[in-house]
Nanobody
Framework: QVQLVESGGGLVQAGDSLRLSCGASGGIYSRYSVGWFRQAPGKEREFVAAITRSGFRTNYADSVKGRFTISRDHAKKSVYLQMNSLKPEDTALYYC?????????????????????WGQGTQVTVSS
């Protein structure tokens, strides 16, 4: 059983930056790939970014490419989402999720149904 806790959300202005954190406990952290998803009011949950178990490969939604960066720190059992040049359309509840356990160091997925554990979410609000 893996528990995930997100933090770092807040209210910012367009063009500002935020860094979200996802802390993990339980399980063997290195056996999970991790993704970030978001859900805006009245919209379906959407994929944002993902990082492999190794941390060497990442994937991003087209809407955030070039602005967001996902990374992980195995020693701290944490995954981060650095969000720059934020836009009002980035406003959403952001969730981190873990896929696994597994041993494929290069596996990535943007499909939410493949993620087993989810955090409670952290709210990001971007004002114009």
């Amino acid at each position: 059983q893996v528990q995930l806790v997100e933090s770092g959300g807040g209210l910012v202005q367009a063009g500002d930056s935020l860094r979200l954190s996802c802390g993990a406990s339980g399980g063997i952290y290195s056996r999970y790939s991790v993704g970030w998803f978001r859900q805006a009011p009245g919209k379906e949950r959407e994929f944002v970014a993902a990082i492999t178990r190794s941390g060497f490969r990442t994937n991003y939604a087209d809407s955030v490419k070039g602005r967001f960066t996902i990374s992980r720190d195995h020693a701290k059992k944490s995954v981060y989402l650095q969000m720059n040049s934020l836009k009002p359309e980035d406003t959403a509840l952001y969730y981190c999720a873990a896929e696994g356990p597994g041993d494929n160091l290069w596996y990535l997925t943007s499909v939410g149904a493949e993620y087993v554990y989810w955090g409670q979410g952290t709210q990001v609000t971007v004002s114009s």
